[in-house]
């Protein structure tokens, strides 16, 4: 556990610390959001949290849940009062021991008042005491708690922790996890990193799991239900732990035949991105009647539905790809979503001409040459779509379509040590679109501005391909490469 004991020495020196005369003025409240242009009420300011550590019980009848969230945080400014996340009922808050005073507010702010200010750089534990039935409660007029008929799903994007722990939800505070969960027995938990205990006492069962590298609160998922555990280690050595649902019926066969070889592509994987980053791999398919896939790190959620057409290797792809690009150098802010959604995409792009159904440059010159000029598709900026358009189409196929004109621009050498290089260079942190092009330039040589602005900033239809071929055909002239139905299976991910 990364439970800190604060030994009663340093209690006193700490005590010592507070009396040193900072007037109280100099303490202000946190934001109540972390600062995202698309989401500005999303995160909080003013603290930075690098643990959770998460005891929870579930009912899967009565879709009850109730919890204490232990959070390791530090100050990053004097701190009268902060904000956490969160929807369920709270009944209690402490902060470094002492009981602290707290309220809702606005759409799902946990607004805490600890009972003494908290000076800047002051290491902060926050216990919250809390229950209620997820499925009930909403923000936005949405939620993202998923009941199946066995038991519930957390897994959404950009939002999805409101319904089961307090935090600071933005991607930009990354944080490791212990999850423990008790549920009757017969019924499984599942969620990110190692499974390191499974006991049963009295009729409950508590699944204990831990996520030991940085996690993004929207990658951090449960999912509680009848599962099927598999377990098995890739030839490259990763510890590869999958689940399905008892109850797939007629999706069973195609769901296992894809999602049993996540092994095998994590390690097709590393030799384009790199070594694995995390000390697990796999992915669980709980009975939802939802239609995405996600990410969530290590632990990757696909619905029943990806696999209603038969075995898909391509939505596996996928998600496995957003576990370097997303999950271990995530997003700043949600804007930067195309450095996820643009490299996963183009991994499947790559395993489609590995499995010998369309190349890179064909799916290229289709996606080009079968959205004419004025379809809307050409007018959303996969490098800033806004938060209405986060998840379009444009974002995958478009941001596809730049990286392979990259790969045009700088030559192959270059393109595939900058496709390396990325996540050694920010390996568990978090980088920007800018960030992308500066680094792009870098290991180029080149200026990549104008092939930049293009491709992932003109409101319009780049006036030649991405591959520089001749394309004087018509959309309807154009045949979709073999993978294409596969690929597109995929883009019913996300939102809600
Ligand atoms: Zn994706």
Do not use: C
């Not at 791999?281 to 239609?291: C, K, L």
């Not at 598709?377 to 941001?399: E, H, I, M, N, S």
């Not at 001749?470 to 596969?486: D, F, G």
């Amino acid at each position: 556990m990364h439970r800190r004991i604060i030994a009663p020495g340093s209690l006193a020196a700490a005590s010592l610390l507070l009396a040193v005369p900072a007037s109280a003025a100099t303490f202000t409240p946190g934001a109540p959001g972390i600062g995202d242009p698309y989401y500005p009420a999303y995160g909080n300011g003013g603290y930075d949290v690098s643990h959770y550590d998460l005891r929870l019980q579930y009912q899967p009848k009565t879709d009850e849940l109730e919890g204490t969230a232990t959070i390791l945080a530090k100050t990053t400014q004097d701190l009268s009062r902060f904000d956490l996340d969160f929807l369920l009922d709270v009944s209690e808050v402490r902060v470094n021991g002492v009981k602290a005073t707290f309220t809702s507010s606005g759409e799902h702010e946990l607004v805490v008042t600890p009972k003494a200010p908290l000076p800047t750089g002051t290491s902060v534990t926050v216990v919250v005491r809390y229950s209620g039935v997820p499925s009930t409660k909403s923000a936005y007029g949405f939620t993202t708690w998923h009941r199946t008929p066995d038991g519930a799903v957390a897994a959404d994007e950009p939002e999805s922790a409101w319904w089961w722990f307090p935090s600071n939800d933005h991607p930009s505070d990354k944080a490791t996890y212990d999850v423990s969960v008790a549920v009757p027995d017969g019924t499984q938990a599942i969620s990110n990193g190692t499974l390191t205990s499974a006991s049963s006492k009295l009729g409950w069962t508590r699944y204990t799991w831990r996520q030991d590298k940085p996690q993004a609160t929207y990658l951090a998922t449960l999912a509680l239900g009848r599962f099927d555990i598999t377990t098995s280690t890739s030839e490259g050595g990763v510890p590869v732990l999958n689940a399905y649902s008892k109850d797939l019926g007629a999706n069973d066969g195609a769901a296992r035949a894809s999602v049993e070889r996540t092994g095998e592509l994590v390690d097709w994987l590393s030799g384009y991105f790199g070594p694995y980053p995390f000390s697990s791999a796999g992915g669980y398919v709980p009975n939802t009647t939802t239609g995405y896939a996600l990410e969530t790190q290590t632990r990757v959620y696909y619905s029943p539905k990806q696999f209603a057409q038969g075995s898909n290797t391509s939505v596996v792809v996928h998600e496995l790809a957003h576990q370097w690009y997303g999950d271990d150098v995530s997003l700043k802010d949600w804007k930067d979503i195309w450095i996820n959604e643009g490299f996963a995409r183009y991994a499947q792009w790559l395993w489609s001409e590995h499995e010998g159904e369309g190349t890179t440059r064909e799916l290229a010159d289709y996606v080009y040459a079968s959205h004419p000029a004025d379809d809307p598709f050409w007018t959303v900026k996969p490098g800033d779509p806004g938060a209405d358009a986060q998840f379009d189409l444009a974002v995958y196929d478009r941001g596809a379509l730049a990286i392979e004109a990259l790969r045009h621009a700088i030559g192959d050498d270059a393109f595939f040590a900058l496709l390396k290089g990325w996540p050694k260079t920010h390996a568990y942190g978090n980088a920007s679109v800018a960030d992308f092009q500066r680094y792009a330039e870098e290991v180029s040589g080149k200026p990549l501005s104008s092939l930049f602005d293009t491709w992932l900033f003109e409101p319009s239809k780049p006036a030649s391909p991405a591959t520089g071929a001749s394309l004087a055909r018509s959309a309807a002239q154009v045949t979709p490469p073999k993978s294409w139905k596969k690929i597109e299976a995929t883009n019913d991910i996300h939102g809600h």
